[in-house]
C-alpha cells in the first residue's frame, strides 16, 4: 500500500483545512487508516484513526470536537476536517495505514505510511 497526503498549508488560527490521502494498491481500502502529526523537535503522535470494516472513529483528547476523520472506500481516500485550528496544531501530518480489526493508537502498529503535508497555524 502507497499512501499520498495533501492539504497541508498555512492557516490562521481558528480557521480550517481538510487534509487528504489517497492509498493505492488492490485491497488498499481494506485497512484500517490514521493520522499522526509530528511538530518540530517532537515526537511523532497519534491524531485519529478509522477502521475500514466499521468506519469506527477514534481521536486524540487534543484534537477531540475539532478534528473529524472520514473515509470513501470507493475512492480509497480518508480526509481528516480540521477545524478552530490552533497554533499547537501546527506539525507534519502524516497518514497512516494497518490491517485490522483492532483500533490502535501506537505508531508501532502502522505498516505503512506516507510523505507528510505541512501543517501551519499562525498566531
Known amino acids: 500500500v502507497q499512501l499520498q497526503a495533501s492539504g497541508g498549508g498555512l492557516v490562521q488560527a481558528g480557521g480550517s483545512l481538510r487534509l487528504s490521502c489517497v492509498a493505492s494498491g488492490r485491497t488498499a481500502s481494506t485497512y484500517d487508516m490514521a493520522w499522526f502529526r509530528q511538530a518540530p523537535g517532537k515526537e511523532r503522535e497519534f491524531v485519529s484513526t478509522?477502521?475500514?470494516?466499521?468506519?469506527?472513529?477514534y481521536y486524540a483528547e487534543s484534537v477531540k470536537g475539532r478534528f473529524a476523520i472520514s473515509r470513501d472506500n470507493a475512492k480509497n481516500m480518508v480526509y481528516l476536517q480540521m477545524n478552530s485550528l490552533k497554533p499547537e496544531d501546527t506539525a507534519v501530518y502524516y497518514c497512516?495505514?494497518?490491517?485490522?480489526?483492532?483500533?490502535?493508537?501506537?505508531?508501532?502498529?502502522?505498516?505503512?505510511w506516507g510523505q507528510g503535508t505541512q501543517v501551519t497555524v499562525s498566531s
Open positions: 478509522i477502521t475500514w470494516s466499521t468506519g469506527s472513529t
Open positions: 497512516a495505514a494497518k490491517r485490522g480489526p483492532m483500533i490502535a493508537t501506537y505508531i508501532g502498529s502502522y505498516d505503512y
